[in-house]
């Protein structure tokens, strides 16, 4: 049974950074995606970037963050740095079993991930 956790949430200052990080389980193998989408309060969930777990190419829309993994442990990392107040938003870790590497992050031409974590609370504020 696949299950995603994120973790790493919580309040930061405007121009701060903050680390999430999703944690993987239940793939037999490495070749899925893990897919970042965030939304806020009164707005459509948006795909923000992904990794393939196979080789760590990525997908990012946003220069300000990168995702990183480490295989060994399933886990994936979003790292965002000069963080505004609209950054402010639930964000989710998705996940998606593939047989190609390029990964597309969700929501993306309507692309879809399979899995879904309960997301972490990120609050960007003074």
Request: aromatic share 12%; glycine share 14%.
């Amino acid at each position: 049974q696949v299950r995603l956790v994120e973790s790493g949430g919580g309040l930061v200052h405007p121009g701060g950074s903050l680390r999430l990080s999703c944690t993987a389980s239940g793939f037999a193998s490495d070749n899925y995606h893990i897919g970042w989408s965030r939304q806020a309060p009164g707005k459509e969930r948006e795909g923000i970037g992904c990794i393939s777990m196979s080789d760590g190419s990525t997908y990012l829309g946003d220069s300000r963050f990168t995702i990183s993994r480490d295989a060994g442990k399933s886990m994936v990392y979003l790292q965002m740095n000069s963080l505004k107040p609209e950054d402010t938003a639930v964000y989710y870790c998705g996940a998606v079993r593939v047989s190609y590497d390029a990964c597309v992050a969700p929501g993306v031409f309507g692309y879809e991930y399979d899995y879904w974590g309960q997301g972490t609370q990120v609050t960007v504020s003074s």
